[in-house]
């Protein structure tokens, strides 16, 4: 079985620091990892994935996500936040070994950015 | 391309009355998902479909049904509803390879008193 974990369920920036949003899965063989964002009243939006190749993944709006496989972990970056970057957002992980190559999220970590 | 689309955005129903949300999908995806999303939590699993006319449960299947006729269409249907059935529920759809990505539509907010 696949897991994912968000141990924070909020993180609280002021604008223009930057922001990291944690992560951590459990999962067989090699994981393919994403992180979408939720803003209110919306549906999610993809925000970047990380196959194979380069463990910095860089995606929309600035964000990056870095995987390290030695601490199973996929933390959500990004240098300079801004207040436009409140939301909800959703780490999963899929394992391409497991029939229907299902998603699994995790509980979300809403950003709260401040001016 | 429109996406993933999902009618209607807001519903109201009585405890007992059955409805039918509607999902559909113009980006011949194979795979198509409907997730609920309750106050708060992250996303559950109700059911899935891997082509048309194949589909099977996901986490919380109790008290809805699906049919998959057509590639691009997904409906799912409440029978009897339920107070507990009270969320936002989200189509969603991805081409059905390994490394694709996922794509969802903006949601259906449901409330049955």
């Known amino acids: 079985a696949q897991s994912v974990a968000q141990p924070e369920d909020q993180v609280n920036v002021a604008e223009g620091n930057p922001l990291t949003v944690k992560c951590t899965y459990s999962?067989?063989?090699?994981?393919?990892l994403f992180w979408y964002v939720q803003y209110p009243n919306r549906g999610l939006q993809f925000l970047l994935k990380?196959?194979?190749?380069?463990?910095l993944v860089k995606g929309s709006y600035g964000f990056e996500a870095e995987f390290n496989k030695s601490q199973t972990s996929f933390h959500l970056k990004k240098p300079s936040a801004l207040v436009s970057d409140s939301a909800l957002y959703f780490c999963a992980v899929r394992n391409p070994s497991s029939a229907g190559n299902m998603l699994t999220f995790g509980g979300g970590t809403r950003l709260m950015v401040k001016p | 391309n429109a996406g993933v689309t999902q009618t209607p955005k807001f519903r109201i129903l009585k405890i007992g009355q059955s409805m039918t949300l509607q999902c559909t999908q113009d980006m011949n995806h194979n795979y198509m998902y409907w997730y609920r999303q309750d106050p708060g939590m992250g996303l559950k699993l109700i059911y899935y479909?891997?082509?048309?006319?194949?589909?099977d449960k996901g986490e919380v299947p109790n008290g809805y049904n699906v049919s998959r006729s057509t590639t691009e269409d997904f409906p799912l249907r409440l029978e009897l509803a339920a107070p507990s059935q009270t969320s936002v529920y989200f189509c969603a759809s991805r081409p059905g390879t390994s490394t694709d990505t996922q794509y969802f539509g903006p949601g259906t907010r449901l409330t049955v008193l």
């Open positions: 999962v067989s063989g090699n994981p393919y």
């Open positions: 990380y196959i194979t190749g380069d463990n």
């Open positions: 479909s891997v082509g048309a006319g194949i589909t």
